[in-house]
């Protein structure tokens, strides 16, 4: 499967998504059916085992292989004062991943995760998008197919994850672009700005919002003119996932902003992916809601990294493994009632 060579192409591949397998589904419900407990007794793990095994094509599936992939990226946006940190710590975080100090290291390792780490050209941040659009072209195709190629075909489960200071403001714009709404709807603390530092944060998305009015009928041009490279990587890595039928655990707010953008270029190209979690950034929730997904874990998070998504492999392999590897009644000798 070659990598798409322009935003053309990017959009060509929603039109003709891969579904899940419907016989699969079948089978996978009928046998949830026959699992000794009572009928519903597992609550949201069934319908996260079923809809697993939709999407691997097996009634009886298993996770085995988990990725986790954080993508790093600078925004020049950032240099407005819209984050608590300065841009460097972008940098020091990525060598803490490398060196396995973060959260989502032990996150990945706690559930069984082959982790990877992408930096996407940290020494020239995007331009600041309330001046020009945030990356050309050719650049966000280069961002998403860094994305596209990160996935590992052999994965069977996936969860993407950030780093970059400053990206809550152009998951913001991102919003308020796709969803409508004033940036003052969509605009949060993000690492823990102040007051001033909010109230330039909502006027920055503001500004980017006026700029780029002319695009924000275009989800990709949305993404390229307020986004970051981070968050096409995201993107990128969310759409070769559907095509190769790999599920996606969604992480926080500037995940769910990222993945965002393929659900508003196309209704149901999402339907591969669940939400990990709600972050304790307001806006995730709405925009969840906005996107149809209903978080499996809310538990506060504000970390990004892929930490909630990852928290949730956990609960996904609970589900996977009660649908697997229960006994029907049949086979356990039990007594229906």
Known sequence: MTQPAD???????????????????????????????????????????????????????SIETPQVIVFAGNHGVAARGVSAF????????VANFEAGGAAINQLATCFGARMDVHALRLDEPTADFTTAPAMSEAAVVEALNTGWAAVDVASDLLVVGEMGIGNTTPAAAISAALCGGTAAHWVGRGTGVD??????????????????????????????????????????????????????????????????????????????????????????????YAIGKEP????????????????????????????????TFAEAGVSEG
């Not at 998504?309 to 493994?321: P, Q, R, T, Y």
Request: proline residues 5%; contains cysteine; hydrophobic residues 50%.
């Open 86 to 93: 300065p841009p460097e710590v972008t940098v020091q975080m």
């Open 195 to 288: 007051d001033t530092g909010l109230s330039l944060k909502v006027q920055v998305v503001d500004d980017g919002l006026a700029r780029h009015a002319s695009a924000l009928g275009d989800p990709f041009e949305v993404l390229r003119c307020l986004g970051g490279r981070e968050l096409a990587a995201m993107t990128g890595a969310i759409l070769r996932a559907r095509l190769l039928r790999i599920p996606v655990i969604l992480d926080g707010f500037i995940c769910t902003a990222a993945a965002s953008v393929l659900e508003f270029a196309q209704k149901g190209a999402l339907d591969h992916c669940i939400a990990g979690h709600v972050s304790a950034e307001a806006a995730h929730g709405q925009l969840l």
């Open 7 to 61: 935003l053309a192409a990017y959009r060509a591949l929603l039109s003709d998504l891969p579904a899940p397998d419907v016989a699969a589904l079948a089978e996978a419900t009928e046998r949830n059916s026959q699992l000794t407990k009572p009928p519903g007794a597992l609550g949201r793990l069934e319908d996260l085992a079923i809809w697993y095994a939709g999407w691997r094509g097996n009634a009886r599936p």
């Open 296 to 327: 499996v874990l809310a538990l506060g998070l504000r970390l990004g990294e892929g930490s909630g998504g990852a928290l949730a492999i956990g609960v996904l392999k609970g589900a996977v493994a009660c649908h697997s590897g229960m006994s």
